[in-house]
């Protein structure tokens, strides 16, 4: 919980030190429920996952989750998907300009 926290809180820290553009973040979640069946997974690479889209300290993610009904593109706090666990981050570039996203 605390590495989350700190996580958090550099990711804050980004969105106002932004000169040098704004990181575009790959999040992706594990979906594969906590189980032996989890571990072989793991062990063979494979596994059910869900991803987000972060940019300037906003996620975009599809589907539906707990606290979001329906379908389509909708808007999360970063890392903090409701009833999935967080795996990890891919840097995918940086914007220089938010008109181009």
């Known amino acids: 919980m605390l590495i989350l926290i700190v996580i958090i809180i550099f990711k804050i820290m980004s969105v106002f030190n932004n000169q040098n553009g704004y990181e575009v973040i790959l999040n992706v979640y594990d979906l594969s429920p906590n189980s032996s069946q989890k571990t072989v997974l793991n062990l063979l690479g494979i596994g059910f996952y869900h991803s987000g889209v972060e940019i300037n300290g906003v996620e975009y993610t599809y589907g539906g ?4 009904s329906g379908t389509g593109v909708y808007q999360q706090i970063p890392l903090m998907a409701d009833g999935i666990t967080y795996k990890e ?11 181009q996203v």
């Open 65 to 68: 989750n707990f606290s979001h």
């Open 89 to 99: 981050s891919f840097l995918l570039g940086v914007v220089k300009d938010m008109a």
